[in-house]
């Protein structure tokens, strides 16, 4: 029996993760997108995540197609860019090509599957591509929510047509989000309708044409025979706008003549081999500089990876080495210790003793895709190293800092706790917190008065915090506003009053959160 064959829309999952996070303090779109993708191949052996690519043909057919939407955020698209080169370097096929969107290459890759014999699973959270569901053995899971599967019945149950019959259906009620006009007057109801009656687009825009006409080409909307097809109200919008809904027919119909080699399907696929990082042990120290032995670099891009000059970093000691014990044993069998044996802390004997060993930790996490929002091996080691100078554990700092344009930033919580252990500090409390207004209150004992904070709802809707923008899920700050509030009150306060605490960051710097 032939695998089934997964497809998996990266336009849908990325841009829902982004929308999802793009107003907290960082955004994790790209691992949560990588989780994603894992989700929907779990099981299957043959799978190929799909890509939008170029200026789409819908915009030659259509110039005001999807128009409504804002411009793509750039920090968006520096994290798409991120997502599909970790993908590679994970060892996915993705497909894409110039001027198709995805739907049109996964529609290309199910119409081929299914000839083929492949039974087809599509990971979309896009309606227009619930038409493939006419093809036989596939299923669609729906990536939002609950991640349901829907089937060819689900299309019934839920648009009252057939799946061949959904781009019919859609062209007749428009679709706001893709800025797409129907027929004016037809909502699903009366969509439905007119397909079941009629079976088809074309049957209904014949039996229209069929009517007797006025003298100046008017299709007469009243008596027994336009009955039969419709009322006079939706027959008269039919007529007027007949060339937006062939227009949208054709802008929602998928293509199935994308250029892909479908045969790559079947090839098997490796992750890249991992930049291996410099052994740090074998370097040798010289004037609180170290010069470091060249990296060993596999794959296709070795060369253009290769550096010609060793690399300078600051000395760094080691943690001390456990002591050894000096025993000695009598003729009695008693037991003499010379030298206590001095434990290492439990904590510290789980972390690395060197930067060799701090390298090769952050190769190993990076090859193993578990902190996918930090882009290379050297910026997982980098972030364990800032961690390091607050005390914290390695794979502490990793879960307590985000990136933001390409530097490492504490977690607003991470602050208020930094905040507190500062010597300073005599108290750092909260006070109140609601769904309107969050406040802190500090006594840093270098003031001779306490300093309160309070960051309201009024505050994060004139910064545009609480804006929904066409298209987008609502942000955490309309579902958890009082979450919102309490960590950034939190965090200024910090800002202001225990600066040092947080690696030096200012206000300015975390402006753009």
Not at 227 to 233: D, F, K, N, R
Request: charged letters at 25%; aromatic letters at 6%.
């Amino acid at each position: 029996m032939k695998p089934e064959i997964t497809l998996i829309d990266l336009s849908s999952l990325f841009w829902s993760s982004w929308h999802a996070t793009e107003k907290d303090i960082s955004s994790d779109a790209v691992a949560i997108t990588m989780a994603a993708v894992r989700r929907c191949h779990e099981g299957s052996d043959a799978y190929a995540v799909c890509l939008d690519q170029g200026r789409s043909f819908r915009k030659d057919l259509h110039p005001s197609y999807k128009a409504q939407r804002p411009e793509k955020d750039h920090a968006a698209l520096n994290q798409l860019a991120d997502v599909k080169r970790k993908l590679i370097d994970a060892g996915y096929l993705l497909w894409g090509a110039d001027g198709f969107e995805a739907d049109d290459i996964i529609a290309t890759a199910a119409t081929k599957a299914s000839a083929a014999g492949h039974a087809v699973r599509i990971c979309t959270s896009d309606k227009d591509l619930l038409q493939l569901l006419a093809l036989p053995l596939s299923t669609v899971v729906r990536t939002y929510n609950t991640w349901d599967t829907w089937r060819a019945t689900s299309v019934v149950e839920k648009f009252g047509v057939n799946p061949d019959g959904l781009g019919d259906y859609l062209a007749l009620v428009g679709d706001s989000s893709d800025n797409i006009e129907g027929a004016r007057g037809v909502g699903p109801k009366t969509a439905k309708d007119l397909l079941i009656k009629h079976h088809s687009l074309e049957r209904l825009y014949d039996r229209l044409d069929a009517l007797p006409h006025t003298p100046d080409g008017q299709p007469m909307t009243k008596g027994a025979q336009a009955a039969e097809v419709s009322t006079p109200a939706v027959l008269q919008n039919l007529h007027d706008d007949r060339d937006k809904v062939m227009l949208a027919r054709q802008l929602v119909t998928l293509r199935t003549d994308a250029p892909l080699k479908f045969e790559e399907i079947y090839e098997k696929r490796e992750p890249k081999a991992a930049l291996e990082m410099p052994d740090m042990d074998d370097a040798k120290f010289e004037d609180d500089r170290i010069s470091i032995p060249s990296p060993s670099i596999s794959g296709p891009h070795a060369e253009a990876a290769r550096g010609g000059e060793a690399a300078a970093l600051p000395k760094e000691e080691p943690y001390p080495k456990e002591p050894t014990a000096s025993i000695t044993i009598k003729q009695d069998g008693a037991l003499t210790v010379a030298t206590p044996i001095a434990p290492v802390a439990f904590e510290r004997g789980l972390e690395p003793a060197s930067l060799g060993q701090l390298f090769k930790l952050a190769a190993e996490l990076y090859k193993a895709g578990l902190y996918a929002k930090f882009p290379t091996p050297q910026a997982i080691a980098a972030v364990m190293m800032r961690g390091r100078e607050l005390g914290l554990g390695a794979l502490s700092s990793l879960d307590s800092f985000h990136v933001v344009e390409g530097r490492p930033y504490p977690w607003a919580y991470l602050l208020v706790s930094l905040a507190k252990s500062s010597p300073d500090c005599e108290y750092f409390t909260l006070v109140s917190s609601s769904e309107v207004e969050a406040t802190w209150e500090t006594k840093n004992r270098r003031n001779p008065s306490p300093t309160r904070y309070t960051y309201t709802i009024q505050e994060a809707e004139k910064a545009g915090l609480l804006v929904v923008k066409p298209g987008k899920q609502p942000g955490p700050w309309l579902t958890r506003p009082r979450d919102q509030l309490t960590k950034t009150a939190g965090a200024k306060l910090q800002r202001v009053e225990y600066p040092g605490s947080g690696l030096g960051i200012s206000a300015e710097e975390m402006d753009n959160d």
